[in-house]
C-alpha cells in the first residue's frame, strides 16, 4: 500500500517555494528551489520516495509553472493538481490565513491538496507545446 504525501508549491518568477507533508510525520518540510532548469530538477529529484505517491498542488500562473508542472507530471511517483488560483484564495479565506507570503502560500497549496478532491492535471498537447514554443520565441510574425 502505497502512502501519499501532499505537497503544495508557490511559483514565482524567481523561485519555487515548497511545502512537503510525508504521511505519518508531524511537521512539514519546507524548501526553496530556483525557478530554472536546475532548480526545476531538484524538485523532481526531491519529491519521489519509494513506497510514496506524492501530491503536489500548483495554482494556475501561466509561463512560470507550466515547465514544472510538465516535468512534474513526467515525474514517477508524482501526481500533480494545477488549480484555480480562485478557488484556492478562497480556501484560504476559510483557513482564516489573513496573511501572503510566499511561505504561506506553500502551506496553503499543501493544505488544498491534502483537503480537497484531487483532480489529476496532464500536460497540454504536443501541438500545444510546439506552439507555446514557438510564440515565446516571438517566431509569430503578422503582415498588415
Given at each position: 500500500?502505497?502512502k ?6 508557490d ?6 517555494v ?38 503536489v ?5 501561466g509561463n512560470?509553472?507550466l ?12 501526481e500533480?493538481?494545477v488549480?484555480?488560483?480562485?478557488a ?5 479565506q476559510?483557513?482564516m490565513?489573513?496573511?501572503k507570503?510566499?511561505?504561506?502560500d506553500?502551506d ?9 478532491p484531487f483532480?489529476a492535471w496532464?500536460?497540454?498537447s504536443?501541438?500545444a ?14 503582415l498588415?
Amino acid at each position: 500500500m502505497l502512502k501519499v504525501d501532499t505537497c503544495g508549491i508557490d511559483v514565482g518568477s524567481k523561485e519555487f517555494v515548497l511545502t512537503l507533508h510525508r504521511e505519518g510525520k508531524s511537521e512539514p518540510v519546507r524548501r526553496t528551489f530556483s525557478n530554472g532548469e536546475s532548480g526545476r530538477r531538484a524538485v523532481c529529484r526531491f519529491l519521489p520516495k519509494p513506497g510514496h505517491v506524492v501530491r503536489v498542488c500548483l495554482e494556475s500562473t501561466g509561463n512560470y509553472g507550466l515547465d514544472l508542472a510538465v516535468d512534474l507530471d513526467a515525474t514517477d511517483g508524482v501526481e500533480v493538481m494545477v488549480a484555480n488560483p480562485r478557488a484556492v484564495r478562497r480556501f484560504a479565506q476559510a483557513l482564516m490565513t489573513r496573511n501572503k507570503t510566499d511561505r504561506i502560500d506553500g502551506d496553503v497549496l499543501e493544505q488544498f491538496a491534502a483537503r480537497m478532491p484531487f483532480t489529476a492535471w496532464h500536460k497540454p498537447s504536443q501541438t500545444a507545446m510546439e506552439l507555446r514554443g514557438i510564440s515565446r520565441r516571438g517566431g509569430i510574425r503578422f503582415l498588415v
